[in-house]
């Protein structure tokens, strides 16, 4: 079991640019997640997908689209990307437990945009 | 929405001390409180987590303690050591028809000096 794995684990952009964030789980899990982490902010939540064909924006969406390709994949685009979206990103996904929502993240993408 | 607070950002200790971390959260309809642990260049990871009809869970040298009238819960790490240095995130959840999404707290930074 991979777990929650992530690609690429770096990126340099130059502004304007754009770029796909990869995310996938192997453990059949319905809902998954994405989040940026800025130093003295936690994790803020961008998108996530409740279940297959479902997406909803989260506390910080602009600049960012998303699309669930299959039960596996959850992917996170920048379609122009700005300075302001440097940051760390991280996928998780969650199967509901007894109502309760344990997450379980990647290993992170951290993007630099010049 | 759901605020969560957590204090305090820094903290320091000698090994084999007490850690103590603390939260609260803004929305009375919460239920569910994880706790996650993220070492340097890593993904955050669950450690212990609670539900809202249980006020303490224990495991080992970790524990949470849940005071929903308060609408705090704290983290207790017992007998410290070195490798228990890392960010910790609270985090707290409310159920939305069968997936819920959890909101983070900033973090805090523990350094167990050896």
């Known amino acids: 079991n991979a777990g929650v794995t992530q690609t690429p684990k770096f990126q340099v952009l130059k502004t304007g640019q754009s770029m796909t964030l990869q995310c996938a789980q192997d453990?059949?899990?319905?809902?998954m997640y994405w989040y940026r982490q800025d130093p003295g902010m936690g994790l803020r939540l961008i998108y996530y997908s409740a279940s297959e064909g479902t997406t909803d924006k989260g506390e910080v969406p602009n600049g960012y689209n998303v699309s669930r390709l299959n039960k596996r994949e959850f992917s996170l685009r920048l379609e122009s990307a700005a300075p302001s979206q440097t940051s760390v990103y991280f996928c998780?996904?969650?199967?509901?437990?007894?109502?309760?929502?344990?997450?379980?993240f990647g290993p992170g993408t951290r993007l630099t945009v010049l | 929405g759901e605020n969560v607070e957590q204090h305090p950002s820094t903290l320091s200790v000698q090994e084999g001390d007490s850690a103590v971390i603390k939260c609260t959260y803004s929305d009375s309809a919460s239920n569910y409180f994880p706790w996650y642990k993220q070492e340097l260049g890593k993904g955050p990871q669950l450690i212990i987590d609670i539900r809202s009809n249980v006020g303490e869970k224990k495991d080992q040298r970790i524990a949470v303690t849940l005071n929903k009238t308060a609408k705090h819960f704290s983290l207790h790490i017992t007998e410290t050591q070195p490798e228990d240095s890392a960010v910790y995130f609270c985090?707290?959840?409310?159920?939305?028809?069968?997936?819920?999404?959890?909101?983070f707290g900033k973090g805090t930074m523990l350094l167990v000096s050896p």
């Open positions: 453990m059949n899990h319905n809902s």
């Open positions: 998780a996904s969650s199967e509901i437990n007894g109502g309760a929502d344990t997450q379980y």
């Open positions: 985090a707290a959840s409310i159920p939305n028809s069968g997936y819920s999404t959890l909101t």
